[in-house]
């Protein structure tokens, strides 16, 4: 039993550092292709959220009257 959880805590710790290498990985070729391209350009997916945010709420209340 106690062992099982000593695999699993490695196939955790395995999955987090290949997830850290691969996006590594995935930065390093971006700079290098295409260093001018934002990988997400975060003002305007806030504010995308926040639209959708609000016409779902303005949806939910027209639909409770």
């Not at 490695?10 to 995935?26: C, D, K, R, Y």
């Not at 639209?51 to 639909?63: L, N, P, S, Y």
Request: positive net charge; hydrophobic residues 50%.
């Amino acid at each position: 039993m106690a062992g099982d959880g000593w695999i699993m805590l490695g196939i955790m710790l395995f999955v987090i550092v290949a997830q850290g290498a691969l996006w590594v990985w995935v930065l390093l070729e971006k700079r290098n292709k295409a260093p001018d391209v934002p990988i997400v350009n975060w003002q305007e997916l806030i504010e995308t959220s926040r639209r959708a945010i609000e016409d779902a709420a303005r949806q939910v209340r027209t639909k409770q009257r």
